[in-house]
């Protein structure tokens, strides 16, 4: 009897091991670590535009996380390196990051918008105080201090379109097809939520006598020379440069400007690269 006692009680002994092995075995793994940067367990996408990697009706993949800014090249901050399969669109995990890579094949959530735009001190084509003034603090404080650069340089600009929503982009990139149908319209103008203007973190600039505005004319100015030569001090890039659209999917751009952080800015101007190069993703396609 006495033995019957004993062997049951190691038996049940066992099974109680067994059954805290099988609690551990459920627990979530650990993020890990590779190449620096943590790598967090994969989560299942959302339905809904929030500012999470949620992917579009034709999406076959997420986007992962947008890294921090960095001085040295990295894996794409807001997309895989694999290219999206039929023109699937991925949407970026967090917009809000100044590193975001925002193009043809990453969108920005429908329903985001910057919680610190402001209006900088600088001088506009127009005196409305609209929208298309704003930008984010950060980049803000940094575009007051390119355009005091540039006077005491003797070459004075002007803003002409920073901020815009997702349904002034919207509304703006109908009117391009309406009147130059859509293949044209791509080439030159941002489907709604694949706009920089929408991170807060962008801004057309031109003379300060407002003369060709957003306009191939610009090329060539001793404006676009001091911008190419001097943005990235201040944290700026030329996000479309020459000779780069069939890279970055948009024709050259002299006016257009991305902050994204002096680091990053400095080195992509230094090497004459495109965001999509530094971060070592697939050429966008027109």
């Not at 399969?85 to 920005?108: D, F, R, Y």
């Not at 060539?220 to 030329?238: D, N, R």
Request: hydrophobic share 35%; charged share 15%.
């Amino acid at each position: 009897m006495n033995i019957s006692i004993a062997i049951l009680m190691a038996l049940t002994i066992v099974a109680g091991c067994g059954n805290k092995s099988d609690v551990i075995s459920t627990v979530s793994p650990v993020p890990t670590t590779t190449g620096g940067a943590t790598t967090a367990p994969t989560v299942s996408p959302s339905v809904g535009a929030t500012p999470t990697t949620i992917p579009t009706a034709s999406s076959t993949a997420a986007a992962t996380a947008t890294a921090k800014p960095s001085s040295s090249p990295a894996a794409s901050p807001a997309a895989s390196n694999t290219p999206p399969k039929n023109g699937a669109v991925q949407v970026i995990a967090k917009p809000e990051s100044i590193t975001a890579l925002v193009n043809k094949q990453n969108a920005l959530p429908s329903s985001y918008e910057p919680t610190d735009l402001v209006y900088p001190n600088i001088a506009f084509t127009f005196s409305e105080k609209i929208d298309k003034r704003k930008m984010r603090q950060v980049a803000a404080t940094a575009i007051e201090k390119l355009f005091a650069g540039a006077a005491k340089d003797g070459v004075p600009l002007a803003g002409v379109s920073a901020y815009r929503s997702y349904a002034t982009q919207k509304a703006l990139f109908d009117s391009y097809v309406k009147k130059d149908g859509e293949e044209k319209a791509k080439t030159y103008s941002a489907v709604p939520g694949t706009s920089e203007h929408e991170t807060g973190l962008a801004i057309d600039v031109t003379g300060s006598n407002g003369k060709c505005a957003a306009a191939d004319c610009f090329g060539g100015t001793k404006e676009a020379i001091w911008l190419e030569k001097h943005a990235g001090e201040y944290g700026f890039i030329i996000r479309y440069p020459q000779g780069k659209a069939a890279i970055t999917g948009y024709q050259y751009e002299p006016w257009h400007l991305r902050y994204v952080g002096a680091d990053i800015a400095n080195e992509i101007q230094a090497k004459n690269l495109t965001m999509e190069e530094y971060y070592h993703t697939v050429p966008v396609s027109k």
